[in-house]
């Protein structure tokens, strides 16, 4: 499995950006799909996940209600919707495979595959 990112860019406080991963290979209906953001400085954290099969959806207390984590199936396409957003919101933004449902779906070291990271800046 291999991801692919983008979408990332630079922002004025309040605005939107869309995130995209693009997964090549194989994706089982138990698959979670995560994004996560690492700021300088400072751990990667969880962002928002869902499971590739079915609509279920998690987000890190920060971006509820303006952060939406979406799928498209059958492009094997994963986004993630950012709205309203903040300066403390800048950080390098990954996406990432769980092929293990069992696991906790918020912590990095549960995800098997990574995408590269795309950088989103949110200026004040």
């Known amino acids: 499995v291999q991801l692919q990112a983008s979408g990332g860019g630079l922002v004025q406080a309040g605005g939107s950006l869309r995130l995209s991963c693009s997964v090549s290979?194989?994706?089982?209906?138990?698959?979670?799909l995560g994004w996560f953001r690492q700021a300088p400085g400072k751990d990667r954290e969880f962002v928002a996940s869902?499971?590739?099969?079915?609509?279920?959806?998690h987000y890190t207390d920060s971006v509820e209600g303006r952060f939406t984590i979406s799928k498209e199936v059958a492009k094997k396409v994963v986004n993630l919707q950012m709205n309203s957003l903040k300066p403390e919101d800048t950080a390098i933004y990954y996406c990432?495979?769980?092929?293990?449902?069992?696991?906790?779906?918020?912590?990095?070291?549960?995800?098997?595959?990574w995408g590269q990271g795309t950088q989103v800046t949110v200026s004040s």
């Open positions: 869902i499971r590739w099969d079915g609509d279920a959806a």
């Open positions: 990432a495979v769980d092929k293990d449902y069992r696991t906790f779906y918020y912590r990095p070291g549960s995800y098997d595959y």
């Open positions: 290979g194989r994706l089982f209906i138990f698959y979670t």
